[in-house]
């Protein structure tokens, strides 16, 4: 997994609770990527980062916030989970723009 | 919009059975097309990127295949193991920085 790894691996929480994923990276890659997939969709971008602190959206950003303080680590944070955010989230990383991009195991979340 | 289509969305190979998967795609120009294979409770692992109409890049079993329109992944004479989901995503030369993913072909290669 390209020296990925995502915490927790698996939630279950309840509606209206906050919850944050994370995914710390070992490459020292410039930019890194949250992805969620659900069946019939393809695998969608929430939020990417290009850099500490500089983070932009994604197709479906909505009920989402992201953080990344220091190179290896990007946050993913519900403020107030829905069921609707039940998925399966995929942090990724590339070196550059546009480069190729690497995937981490996943976190699978469900919302109650 | 940039689309991708991917064909057919499950496949059944006898193993030794050569097969195609397709993916058709419309973009804005573009600036690379991926092929990633994911199992089961995985990440996608990367595979290939095509850049270029007539590209081909291939990898044991698999040859990955691009024209203008469309991006063809040819198994050759597949194994068990080969049994995966296979997705492929566009990226455009401009606009933010994502892959575009179609909705995979689920491949189950029987012994």
């Known amino acids: 997994d390209a020296g990925i790894t995502q915490s927790p691996r698996h939630k279950v929480t309840e509606t209206g609770t906050p919850v944050t994923l994370r995914c710390h990276q070992t490459e020292n890659h410039r930019y890194m990527y949250w992805y969620r997939q659900d069946p019939g969709h393809g695998l969608r971008l929430i939020h990417y980062?290009?850099?500490?602190?500089?983070?932009d959206k994604g197709e479906v950003s909505d009920g989402y916030s992201v953080s990344r303080s220091k190179t290896e680590d990007f946050l993913l944070t519900l403020e107030s989970a829905t069921s609707s955010q039940t998925s399966v989230y995929f942090c990724a990383i590339s070196d550059n723009f546009q480069e190729t991009q690497y995937f981490g195991p996943g976190t699978r979340l469900l919302v109650l | 919009e940039d689309q991708v289509t991917q064909s057919p969305e499950a496949l059944r190979l006898q193993e030794g059975e050569s097969s195609s998967l397709n993916c058709s795609y419309t973009?804005?120009?573009?600036?690379?097309l991926f092929w990633y294979r994911q199992d089961p409770g995985k990440g996608p692992e990367f595979l290939f990127t095509?850049?270029?109409a007539g590209e081909e890049k291939e990898k044991e079993r698999l040859k990955a295949t691009l024209t203008k329109k469309e991006s063809f992944l040819h198994i050759t004479a597949p194994k068990p193991e080969d049994s995966a989901t296979y997705l492929c995503?566009?990226?455009?030369?401009?606009?933010?920085?994502?892959?575009?993913f179609g909705t995979g072909t689920r491949l189950t290669v029987i012994p």
């Open positions: 095509l850049y270029s």
């Open positions: 995503a566009v990226q455009a030369q401009t606009g933010a920085n994502n892959l575009f």
């Open positions: 973009v804005s120009g573009l600036r690379g």
């Open positions: 980062s290009y850099g500490v602190k500089d983070t």
